[in-house]
Structure formats: C-alpha cells, structure tokens
Nanobody, 122 residues
Framework: QVQLVESGGGSVQAGGSLRLSCAGS????????MGWFRQAPGKVREFVGC????????DYADSVKSRFTISRDNAKKTVSLQMNSLKPEDTAVYYC???????????????WGQGTQVTVSS
C-alpha cells in the first residue's frame, strides 16, 4: 500500500512561484510512476505533469510546459512540483498520484493524495 500526502499549497500573486511536495510511503514507492493533476472548481481533473520511476523522463501539459518542473527523490520518497510564473488560471486543487503505468491519464494511477489548494490572484 502506498500513501501520498501533498504540502506546499497556498496563495500567491500572478507571476509568483510555489513549490508543492508529495511525501510517499510504502516499499514499492521508488518503482512507481508519479503524476500531478489539478482540478479547478466546476472543471474536470486535468493532467499537469508526470515523472518516471527513475526520474529520467518527464512530461508536461502544454499549459504548464516551461513554467512547471517535476522532480523526485526516491531516497526521501518525495516528488516535487516547482511552479513558476503562476497565472490565475493555475488556481486549482493539486493532487499527486502514483501508479505502475503513469502517463497523462488519471485512470493509470492507483494511489492519490488528498490534494492541496493553490490560489493565484491577479
């Protein structure tokens, strides 16, 4: 069993930065693909980015590419989402997820955190 806990959310003005962290537990954590998703009020959950189990490969949604960066530290069982140049449209609850397959589809993830709120004001 894998448990995920996000932290680092908050409120920031447009153009600012935030760093989200996701702490994991479980023996198989380092073998899992990790993803970040977000859900804004009244909208469906959408893919933000993902990172392979080794950290060698990442993928991002076009809307965040060049602004967001995902990294992971398997020794510490953490994955981070560095968000720069934030925009009001980035406002959402952000979730980290873990799964054996990974990718941009949320159906490929088996474990989810509880989410952390990010609010960007203009």
């Amino acid at each position: 069993q894998v448990q995920l806990v996000e932290s680092g959310g908050g409120s920031v003005q447009a153009g600012g930065s935030l760093r989200l962290s996701c702490a994991g537990s479980g023996r198989t954590y380092s073998l899992l693909e990790m993803g970040w998703f977000r859900q804004a009020p009244g909208k469906v959950r959408e893919f933000v980015g993902c990172i392979s189990w080794s950290g060698a490969n990442t993928d991002y949604a076009d809307s965040v590419k060049s602004r967001f960066t995902i990294s992971r530290d398997n020794a510490k069982k953490t994955v981070s989402l560095q968000m720069n140049s934030l925009k009001p449209e980035d406002t959402a609850v952000y979730y980290c997820a873990a799964g054996r397959i990974g990718g941009s589809s949320d159906s490929r993830y088996d474990y989810w955190g509880q989410g952390t709120q990010v609010t960007v004001s203009s």
